[in-house]
């Protein structure tokens, strides 16, 4: 995977300085990301991502989505390479808003 472009790098940099969501980093994920930015957004302001001990999980339309770095079992990763699953799970781990899971995410799957 090719690395993100710089100007994506600066927001997360911004991002971890102020620990929150200003209007202005808001503005930046919807400039950068637009409609994914502004679901990711959405996402992480309704509670959809949650941390477990071994990955973040965000809660889509029709399924929960395992995301770790750049990678989403979702299949818009596969289209789009990069999904708003990924930018809210980046956006809830900076800004530590997230549910926190006190368990293994593999040890919930059922056969």
Do not use: N
Not at 9 to 17: A, M, V, Y
Not at 27 to 56: N, P, S
Not at 59 to 87: A, K, M, N, P
């Amino acid at each position: 995977m090719s690395d993100p472009p710089e100007e994506e790098t600066r927001l997360w940099e911004k991002l971890r300085e102020a620990r929150e969501l200003t209007p202005e980093l808001r503005d930046e994920i919807i400039r950068l990301f637009a409609e994914r930015g502004r679901t990711a957004l959405l996402a992480v302001e309704k509670g959809q991502v949650k941390k477990y001990l071994d990955f973040f999980v965000v809660v889509g339309r029709s399924d929960e989505y395992v995301v770790e770095e750049e990678f989403c079992t979702c299949r818009g990763q596969v289209f789009l390479g990069f999904c708003w699953h990924v930018i809210a799970a980046k956006i809830a781990g900076i800004t530590k808003k997230f549910e926190e899971i006190d368990e293994w995410y593999l040890d919930t799957w059922k056969e």
